[in-house]
């Protein structure tokens, strides 16, 4: 499998378990750019990809939806709204919240392990794919401070504009890797010209 193929391959299945995600939960918004995800880490979210981690996302979806604020002090801070949110959908957490990060490391309980289990066991194998083809790439290239350090997919994000409005944050690596296509319009996400410069 190639590195050029991977990313797509792995945006498709996370697509498909957000998907899942949304069947149980209809409420939840569609997930305009599961590409932004791929190599982005986060300490608040949680540290890798994984449909934990997915799952957290779908979280703040609802809450976005719902028109809850469910974190603070620039969305570091997880409070009980989230907690509740995330309670509903099968994530649990220790009594007592971080410091800083308050209810954000949640985990899957058993019965969300059961209910999940094939989606999790398939989006498993992509991340997989996805890694062992992007080794080589890793291995051989540098990618700054911020990928050896773990925090914000190794790069810094900027704004990316589609023809309907709409915006994301995403590091230029990941945006060249595969289009990232919204939701809303059907058109690919791009970064306007004066920002590319910036960024490059």
Not at 50 to 63: C, D, K, P
Not at 118 to 136: D, F, I, V, Y
Not at 185 to 191: E, N, Q, S, V
Request: with cysteine.
């Amino acid at each position: 499998m190639s590195t050029t193929q991977t990313p797509p391959v792995l945006a498709a299945e996370l697509a498909q378990a957000w998907a899942d995600i949304q069947r149980y939960h209809p409420e939840l918004p569609d997930l305009a750019a599961p590409e932004s995800l791929i190599g982005e880490s986060s300490s608040a979210c949680g540290h890798e990809l994984s449909f934990e981690r997915l799952l957290h996302e779908a979280v703040h979806g609802i809450a976005a939806a719902r028109g809850v604020r469910d974190t603070s002090r620039a969305g570091r801070y997880h409070n009980r709204r989230f907690l509740a949110i995330a309670e509903e959908l099968g994530l649990d957490h220790p009594d007592e919240p971080h410091p800083s990060s308050g209810f954000s490391l949640v985990s899957l309980t058993p019965e969300a392990k059961r209910r999940y289990r094939p989606t999790t066991e398939r989006l498993q194998r992509a991340l997989k794919a996805h890694s062992a083809a992007t080794a080589g790439d890793t291995a051989r290239s540098f990618r700054g401070p911020a990928a050896r350090h773990g925090s914000s997919g190794g790069g810094v994000r900027v704004k990316a504009v589609c023809d309907c409005g709409r915006n994301v944050r995403v590091v230029p690596s990941v945006l060249a890797q595969a289009p990232i296509v919204c939701g809303g319009c059907g058109k690919p996400f791009r970064i306007p010209e004066g920002v590319a410069a910036a960024a490059g």
